[in-house]
């Protein structure tokens, strides 16, 4: 299948300090790009799509200022946690879609995941 | 929007079993439900996929079925092994440009040797 690379994959920061993941498709473009919390044993949950030369667009309850997203290539998004507080300590995973040559393939890749350890 | 319920939570079988996980969804225009197998500390891996218009799909040992009608779709696993021991993920989406994936709760699967 095809290939998301998200990095790092590990972070320990202090409280107070931006953190930025990445999140890119190796073999493919990718127009829309999710990215994902996920606690502890609990499913993933979809915490904005970001779409390539547009703005994000968050689900009810993600802080658009906390969680800046940047999608500014069909290979590469950001997300970047602002100001990360204890709270903010979790598993976030990205993935791409792929969605073929002609358009209709529509299949998500994921990252590895970056586990965020706040102190 | 879309449900996903996904049964069981967790699940045992022996080596060499076979395991079987259950999803139904509430939206009827959903037309794609992919897997996803997810190890310890990593992103999770599609492992197989399913779209509307087929009943049912294999891979090796690797099989799913769709029920329109009941709206449920199901991952069959069979001879199981260690290493398919991970937590597995159902998800639905609709087509067009409404396609982000609603995740199933997920199955924590434990094959013992």
């Known amino acids: 299948g095809a290939v998301v690379s998200q990095h790092p994959s590990w972070v320990i920061c202090k409280s107070g300090t931006s953190v930025k993941i990445e999140c890119r498709s190796l073999?493919?473009?990718?127009?829309?790009m999710f990215w994902y919390r996920q606690f502890p044993k609990q499913s993933l949950m979809l915490m904005a799509t970001s779409n390539e030369g547009s703005k994000a667009t968050y689900e009810q309850g993600v802080e658009k200022d906390k969680f800046l997203i940047n999608h500014a290539s069909l290979t590469l998004s950001t997300l970047t946690v602002t100001s990360a507080h204890p709270e903010d300590s979790s598993f976030y995973i990205c993935?791409?879609?792929?969605?073929?040559?002609?358009?209709?393939?529509?299949?998500?890749?994921f990252g590895a995941g970056t586990r965020l350890s706040v102190l | 929007g879309e449900n996903v319920e996904q049964h069981p939570s967790t699940l045992s079988v022996q080596e060499g079993d076979s395991a079987v996980i259950k999803c139904t969804y509430s939206?009827?225009?959903?037309?794609?439900f992919p897997w996803y197998k997810q190890e310890l500390g990593k992103g999770p891996q599609l492992i197989i996929d399913i779209r509307s218009n087929v009943g049912e799909k294999k891979d090796q040992r690797i099989a799913v079925t769709l029920n329109k009608t009941a709206k449920h779709f199901s991952l069959h696993i069979t001879e199981t092994q260690p290493e398919d021991s991970a937590v597995y993920f159902c998800a639905a989406s609709r087509g067009g440009s409404a396609r982000q994936l609603t995740f199933g709760s997920g199955t924590q699967l434990t094959v013992l040797p």
């Open positions: 073999d493919f473009q990718a127009t829309t």
């Open positions: 939206d009827s225009a959903s037309n794609y």
């Open positions: 993935s791409a879609r792929d969605l073929g040559r002609d358009g209709t393939k529509n299949i998500q890749y």
